[in-house]
């Protein structure tokens, strides 16, 4: 984080990001409606994106990363990511270690990670990025 606390540090993803050219497709919707995680993030091209427009918006069928915009972004909450903060304190009971995480390919630049650790890994899978909102799934 820069000094003046109201950037994301530089090289941090945010593990919901939309469909578009540049950003990283890291998990496809599976069955019972969590995210099934790539091995490794693939860059999303021109191709892709006019492919996924077609049928139901690409964010619920498919999970993005992009570089956080912190201040830019409608979720950032004076010094960090709002968005996990909020779906987290829906959901107390989420285990906080690291052991059975899912795999995935942003964890080492993840905002969420930074922020609340095994607990927003433990939540990620169950987020579906619809339009302008993030929602967990029952």
């Known amino acids: ?3 003046d606390g109201r950037r994301a ?6 593990p919901s990001g939309r469909c578009r050219e ?3 497709l890291i998990g496809v919707m599976g ?20 492919a996924a427009a077609v049928g139901r918006t690409a964010e619920t069928r498919f999970r993005f990363a992009e570089p ?7 979720h950032w ?9 909020s779906l987290l304190d829906v959901d107390q009971d989420l285990p ?5 995480l899912p795999h995935c390919g942003v964890r080492r630049s993840c905002v969420w990670f930074k922020q609340r650790k095994a607990a927003a890994c433990r939540l990620c899978p169950l987020v579906v990025h619809t339009q302008s909102t993030v929602i967990p799934l029952d």
């Open 1 to 3: 984080m820069s000094t």
């Open 9 to 14: 540090e530089v090289g941090t993803t945010c």
């Open 22 to 24: 540049g950003t990283l």
């Open 31 to 50: 069955q019972g409606g969590q995210v099934r995680y790539l091995g490794e993030p693939l860059k999303v091209d021109a191709d892709f994106v006019a």
């Open 68 to 74: 956080c915009a912190a201040n830019d972004c409608g």
């Open 77 to 85: 909450a004076g010094r960090e990511c709002g968005l996990v903060n």
């Open 96 to 100: 906080e270690s690291d052991r059975g």
